[in-house]
């Protein structure tokens, strides 16, 4: 005859239907009085046990992790759907665009809970073969935010990703900014014509194309404030952006 398991022990039985060894433990009460009861099962009673044991230390540390089969692509798409409110809409599709193409086939089908600094030091080493630095480092962004957000949830424990430095992809595609000699040779054809003042201050001051576009010259002071202490310099008002929130 088999002996009694001890008060507190929990207990241990086959689950027929799922060809599995569940073991179980009350390790509270609700306020309505209801058992709080934590499982664990493996296909042996030592697996079982084991997973009890993992679940119980984890209630003991006061952290309610979610249950095993919540994934990296669950933790993205969580964060893609409600961590990018705030976001412009170009961001969030840079983000959605990188993340079904890099983040979740690599990455996506791997357990939170199991994901190792490892895992992400070795794919983002693959990717730097292909990607720019620019590309991988987004790529981290995504990946670390979602896991910290995972985190705030109680879904992971700790942020493996936080622990893992960004490798140096391949050069970006070539600027296409123009060097002197082009940039003197535009201002030499524009020079005479109605748009000499417009290209002038494109290629001498830092306002994008569509924030210069709308200028009235009632928006341009061309000699400031000489006299003035301290003087002002000649300005140019700045009436529209095309980010959401204003900034210029």
Do not use: F
């Not at 073969?129 to 987004?138: E, P, R, V, Y």
């Amino acid at each position: 005859m088999s002996k009694r398991r001890s008060r507190g022990d929990g207990g241990l039985h086959w689950d027929e239907q799922r060809q599995r060894w569940i073991a179980s433990v009350t390790v509270g009460y609700t306020p309505a009085g209801k058992r709080i009861v934590r499982r664990g099962s493996g296909k042996t009673k030592t697996e079982a046990k084991a997973k009890l044991k993992e679940v119980i230390r984890d209630h003991e540390d006061g952290v309610a992790i979610a249950a095993s089969g919540y994934t990296v692509a669950d933790a993205v798409t969580d964060g893609l759907t409600y961590g990018l409110g705030n976001h412009a809409k170009a961001t969030r599709a840079k983000n959605e665009s990188l993340s079904a193409t890099h983040v979740i086939p690599a990455l996506g089908a791997r357990k939170l809970r199991e994901l190792t600094a490892e895992d992400v030091d070795k794919w983002l080493a693959k990717k730097a073969k292909t990607l720019s630095s620019s590309t991988l480092g987004n790529l981290h962004s995504i990946l670390n935010r979602a896991v910290i957000r995972a985190m705030a949830r109680d879904k992971v424990k700790r942020n493996v990703v936080q622990l893992c430095a960004i490798p140096k992809g391949q050069s970006g595609r070539p600027s296409k900014s123009l060097n002197l000699a082009q940039a003197q040779a535009v201002l030499d054809a524009a020079r005479g014509t109605r748009m000499e003042a417009y290209v002038t201050l494109s290629l001498l001051i830092g306002a994008r194309t569509e924030e210069l576009r709308p200028l009235r010259w009632d928006h341009v002071d061309l000699v400031g404030r000489p006299d003035h202490d301290p003087p002002t310099p000649p300005s140019v008002m700045v009436w529209r952006s095309v980010r959401e929130d204003g900034d210029t």
